[in-house]
């Protein structure tokens, strides 16, 4: 699968990413960083422990590393739980936004390993 390829099967934005970090090798190396950064499982933890204040935080962490690789899908979807969380605004409805969330970062979960799968072929 081409770089390309990878941001129109996820939603995200190529041209707007290789405007950033300009080389397709470096966008290759941030997307794969991107599994190991925690962010997705501790708003995951909170989330489930019922804490707003460390869900928001691992929200907007996640959101900010979603909006720097253009992940355009999943941004929008962790914003909208970002949103809700947001000075504790609603707790319940950003549950209801995790469903959408969850499924964005199980594809691009998968998609990154296909990609990074492939370019170590």
Same mark, same amino acid.
């Given at each position: 699968m081409t770089l390309?390829?990878?941001?129109?099967?996820?939603?995200?934005?190529?041209?707007? !990413?290789? =405007?950033r970090m300009r080389?397709?090798? =470096? !966008?290759?190396?941030f997307a794969g960083m991107f599994l190991r950064d925690d962010s997705y499982r501790l708003l995951n933890e909170?989330?489930?422990?019922?804490n707003c204040e460390d869900a928001f935080r691992a929200a907007h962490?996640?959101?900010? !590393?979603?909006?720097?690789?253009?992940?355009?899908?999943?941004l929008d979807s962790v914003s909208a739980v970002t949103e809700e969380l947001r000075g504790g605004r609603d707790f319940d409805k950003a549950r209801l936004y995790m469903?959408?969330?969850?499924?964005?970062?199980?594809?691009i979960e998968k998609k990154i390993k296909e990609l990074t799968s492939e370019a170590g072929a």
């Open positions: 390309q390829e990878f941001f129109e099967e996820t939603g995200g934005n190529y041209d707007e !990413v290789m =405007r080389k397709e090798e =470096r !966008v290759r190396k909170a989330m489930e422990s019922g962490t996640l959101k900010g !590393v979603c909006a720097n690789l253009s992940f355009t899908r999943l469903s959408r969330l969850n499924a964005d970062y199980a594809l």
